[in-house]
Nanobody, 125 residues
């Protein structure tokens, strides 16, 4: 089984910063994309930031220039540095991993998406 464990959420004032961390553990061959999503109360879950295995990144429009995603492939971990936080950033933040497993001797792979339990970020005005 694969487990994702997030940490780093909490209460912060407007304009403050937080670092979110997600550790991925379990049995797998590699990790493809890693991403952070968020879901505010009464809202749909939305993509915050994504990073590929090669290090390419993609950000939601509302966080560009304020948030930075990074990963450590050796440690199977991903971070989200959040600066200049606003009340509208308040949400539960979820870590997502595209886990790759080799399924036969020819090297065929299967990719499956896994989610963490989420960590609450609250930004006060």
């Amino acid at each position: 089984q694969v487990q994702l464990m997030e940490s780093g959420g909490g209460l912060v004032q407007f304009g403050g910063s937080l670092n979110l961390f997600c550790a991925i553990s379990g049995s797998f061959d590699s990790i493809n994309e890693l991403a952070w999503y968020r879901q505010a109360l009464g809202q749909e879950r939305e993509l915050v930031a994504l990073i590929t295995s090669g290090g390419s990144t993609n950000y939601g429009d509302s966080v560009k220039g304020r948030f930075t995603i990074s990963r450590d492939n050796a440690k199977s971990a991903v971070w989200l540095r959040m600066n200049s936080l606003k009340p509208e950033d308040t949400a539960v933040y979820y870590c997502n991993a595209k886990i790759v497993r080799v399924v036969n001797v020819e090297g065929a792979t299967v990719t499956k998406s896994y989610w963490g339990q989420g960590t609450l970020v609250t930004v006060s005005s």
